[in-house]
């Protein structure tokens, strides 16, 4: 039985917008759903909390999409910085007047005005590491004047999150667990000195940059997250392999669990014969999903499997290139499509011969878990990170990393045996069966017993 201690929860975002950042907009709002179902809060769940600077009527329009989709309960769990940044007489919020201290804009500095003249953000450009600066945000009073100024995007999340925080404690005063989604908010966070917040911080992403090699580059925006992660009470990776890798490179002075995000199959998983089926990929069309070595293997399995299919679901940067790819491989026109975005993944996953993935790196590869979930089986590159972890127990073929030949062969191998395909099907719901939702609520439940069972880190 899942049990969530008795506490505040709080899941904290940079953006969430339909349709855009892939996985990491899906998986966020999985987690504050399924917290919810699994009781934390007494059932209502975590509030969703977020700063990007969009309108107020541009957030109430991705609330009530994501509802209307499912994927949220209610608008009601959401909340956005700049939403809330606006007093009722014009001019800032109290919390923002609060924070306030004498200063002026940056005169070498262009700034953008938001949450109706209320703030004035510092425009920086060309710098990676924008939201580290101490450029000064200005808060406005009621009558359009200059109320002072904070200490960067820094001192503004801080103020408005230790206001949530406060009104919170006013209605019920107990701990509060904030699961940061965000690396650039977690850089930001390790300065808010409330002692009885806790933070549990989630990777979703590999950390290195190509070759994506065990001894390979740090990608630039993990190297100081690394430094500061010791602090977080909690770190949440998704595979078991990303963990052991990172505590043998950098030290193991981190609460690191593994946690990977809990996906729903159907209520009565298809064991039907999938012969027939096309081979599936659902996902973002966007360069590091390498649907190219997709479009090319299938070449050579048209030549054994005339008959075959390919369906590449999902809508991005590479679909004109994919288009013109897919016309300039001869004989592949008739049998590859983009059929584009789908509503209902499950229904594409249902009935298809099999799952493939050609990534170059990975997380943990949602649409991987979900494909087991629904009994299809899996041909992968096996990829930092995701495959090999989800695989360990059966229910689909590893291929070597960039191996096209491998790679149509063992979709070739698939198609062509039915006894393999039904025993991976049987094998991809026994894998799946320890993704559920209830296994991953399990352990952030025990997570958050164990980080409000000793001081913050911080």
Known sequence: MTEFPDAWYLILSSRLIPDLDGGYTISTLARARQMAEAGADGGRGPLLLTVDPGTAEAHTA????????????????????????????????????????PGHPDPALDYRTVADGAIELPVIVGDPDW????????????????????EGFGGLYRAWLTDVVRRL??????????????????????????????????????????????????????????????RFDAVLWPTPWQRDEVRARFGDDRVDVVAPHGVAGPASPSTADRAGGPVVVLGRL????RLDHAVRAFARVLAAVPHARLELWGDGAERARLEALVAAETGVGHAVTLPGLTADPGAVLDT?????????????????????????????????????????????????DGDEQALADAITRLLTDADLRS???????????????????????????????????R
């Open 169 to 230: 404690r006013a209605e019920r005063d107990r701990p509060v667990v904030l699961v940061c989604e965000s690396r650039q908010l977690g850089e930001l966070l390790v300065a808010w000195d409330d002692p009885d917040v806790r933070i549990v911080h989630t990777v979703h992403t590999i950390h290195l940059d190509p070759p994506f090699t065990a001894d390979a580059p740090v990608n630039p925006l993990w190297t100081r997250w690394l430094a500061l992660a010791p």
């Open 352 to 400: 298809a011969a099999m799952y493939l993935t050609t990534s170059a790196f990975e997380g943990q590869g949602l649409a991987l878990v979900e494909a087991l979930a629904h009994g299809a089986p899996v041909v992968a590159y096996d990829i930092r990170y995701g495959p090999r972890d989800m695989l360990a127990h059966g229910g689909g073929i590893l291929v070597p």
């Open 286 to 289: 966007a360069p590091g999903k």
């Open 131 to 150: 939201h580290l600066t101490t450029a000064p945000v200005v808060i406005r009073d009621a009558t359009g004047r200059t109320a002072g100024t904070v």
């Open 62 to 101: 991705h609330r009530e999409e994501f509802v209307r989709r499912g994927a949220a309960a209610a608008s009601g769990v959401f909340r956005n910085l700049f939403d809330e940044a606006t007093g009722p007489a014009g001019g800032a919020a109290d919390w923002a007047l609060a924070a306030a201290r």
């Open 423 to 457: 025993r991976f099907s049987a094998e991809a719901l026994a894998a799946a069966s320890t993704l559920t939702p209830d296994a991953a609520m399990r352990t952030l439940a025990a997570v958050c017993a164990d980080v409000l069972s000793r001081p913050a880190r």
